[in-house]
């Protein structure tokens, strides 16, 4: 792929990324996005994150790249910047509530706009045998990363998000789906099971999106969650010895179908390119309201 010269645009949002991963504080000069619609995108440092921030950088949106990898996070910026395209980076833990705080405060205060949110960091259920571990705060990790810390940015984000609708808000989930218990939603008790913990994780990111679909009717922000293809060749597939079923790209078709497709309409579970049923306890509006209500505590947003 051809380099072509830097626009003036791209020198700003450069010099920007400069001061983002160095570490200064929201008091440095807001990103420049001209006249660009602005995606933030979670995890795109690596895996399907990464395809969908490229995807959005080719048509035509600003891109914030987010992941804990800060060489991975600059060439990503660097590859959107290559082809002309707009984009800086925020380095985040999202096993750290601290950390997703200022990374809200970061996009409140540099971004006068925000089109896109995607959802997407995430870990997997782990080896097998995988025992359980906690967040910084406390909490079980898939749940902290997966849900926990998606949830505090979605809210804390709202606003930003209402102001600039239409805007669309998707959260990448998964067909692994478990129903949670809320006597052991942090997985205490019991043998622990790495693939319950991020399929309770993954259904909890649905119901948000059910819960938040409800809220933002008539405001012109969609919420919508998509499970992108069952396998693919990213590295949380990989590092645990699967086999690949699907390609990345597979997989990026369906998010950016969501994220670009008045069709997809809001409050829908998309099993790749179909409108499907998620797991029951989805629809269960008590158990909906238990959920809200118990992350609004963990967050400390209640
Ligand atoms: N792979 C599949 O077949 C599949 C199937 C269904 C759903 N999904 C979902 O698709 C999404 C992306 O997964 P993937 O397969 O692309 O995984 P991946 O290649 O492992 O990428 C995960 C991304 O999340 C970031 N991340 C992980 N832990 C983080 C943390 N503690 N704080 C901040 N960022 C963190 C990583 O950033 P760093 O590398 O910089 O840490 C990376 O950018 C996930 O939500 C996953 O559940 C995947």
Same mark, same amino acid.
Not at 69 to 74: A, L, Q
Not at 83 to 99: K, M, P, R, V, Y
Not at 110 to 137: C, F, H, K, M, W
Not at 231 to 248: C, E, H, K, Q
């Given at each position: ?17 400069? @001061? ?7 008091? @440095? ?29 080719? %048509?035509?949106? *600003?891109?914030? $790249? ?10 990503? $910026? ?21 950390? &997703? #705080? ?24 782990? =080896? ?10 406390? *909490? ?18 709202? =606003?930003?998000?209402?102001?600039? /609708? ?30 319950? /913990? ?24 969609? /919420?919508?969650?998509? *499970?992108? %293809? ?58 909906? #309201? ?8 963990? &967050?400390?947003?209640?």
């Amino acid at each position: 792929m051809s380099i072509r010269p830097r626009s003036l645009l791209a020198t700003l949002v450069l010099a920007s990324v400069a @001061a983002l991963v160095s570490g200064e504080t929201a008091t @440095a000069q807001a990103v420049d996005t001209g006249i660009r619609p602005v995606a933030l995108v979670t995890g795109s440092t690596d895996g399907l994150g990464r395809d969908v921030a490229l995807r959005l950088g080719a %048509a035509g949106y *600003h891109v914030i $790249v987010h992941g804990r990898n800060e060489e991975r996070g600059r060439a990503v $910026v660097e590859e959107i910047q290559s082809t002309e395209g707009s984009a800086s980076l925020i380095i985040a833990d999202f096993a750290s509530l601290a950390n &997703v #705080r200022q990374l809200a405060a970061k996009v409140l205060a540099d971004y006068t706009r925000l089109d896109v949110l995607v959802n997407n960091a995430g870990i997997g259920r782990g =080896p097998d045998g995988a025992t359980r571990e906690e967040s910084q705060d406390g *909490h079980e990790l898939r749940f902290a990363v997966n849900y926990l810390s998606h949830f505090y940015l979605t809210r804390t984000l709202l =606003p930003l998000l209402r102001e600039s /609708a239409p805007a669309r808000i998707v959260s990448i989930t998964s067909t692994a789906q478990n129903a949670i218990d809320f006597e052991n939603v942090m997985l205490e008790r019991g043998p622990y099971d790495g693939a319950r /913990a991020y399929g309770q994780s993954k259904l909890a990111q649905i119901m948000m999106t059910m819960d938040l679909a409800v809220e933002l009717e008539g405001t012109g922000v969609t /919420a919508n969650a998509v *499970h992108p %293809a069952i396998y693919m060749a990213t590295s949380m597939v990989l590092n645990r010895g699967g086999t690949p079923m699907a390609t990345i790209d597979e997989g990026a078709d369906p998010v950016m179908q969501v994220i670009m497709s008045p069709l997809a309409g809001s409050g829908n579970y998309w099993r790749q390119a179909t409108n499907a049923r998620a797991q029951a306890q989805a629809y269960d509006l008590e158990a909906r #309201r238990r959920l809200h209500e118990l992350s609004l505590r963990l &967050v400390g947003l209640n």
